[in-house]
């Protein structure tokens, strides 16, 4: 087990009740499942502010987009499509001419 460090916490008395409860029918310290319930929270709020970073990122694209559309028109969403749509247009071409 890591260090542990001590920290006193107030709970109100029905915290303390249905804390108390869960780690009871659990088998377990009341420390215990506050640690437990810590973590989680505080994975949750990792993953949250991930997302957040995800979609400012996202958001920030969408700004570049626009500001390259305003510069030099409609940029493709694929630009690698509209060059693979013109060699098999060019492949095409090749086939029905006769080579």
Known sequence: MSTLYRAQILLEPEQHR????IARREGRSLSD???EILAEHLSQQDREAEMQQELEAIHTLAELRAQLQA???IVPVDPL????NEREEDVAHLWSDGG
């Open 18 to 21: 249905a804390l108390a409860d």
């Open 33 to 35: 499942l506050v640690r």
């Open 71 to 73: 510069k030099h028109g």
């Open 81 to 84: 499509a509209g060059v693979r």
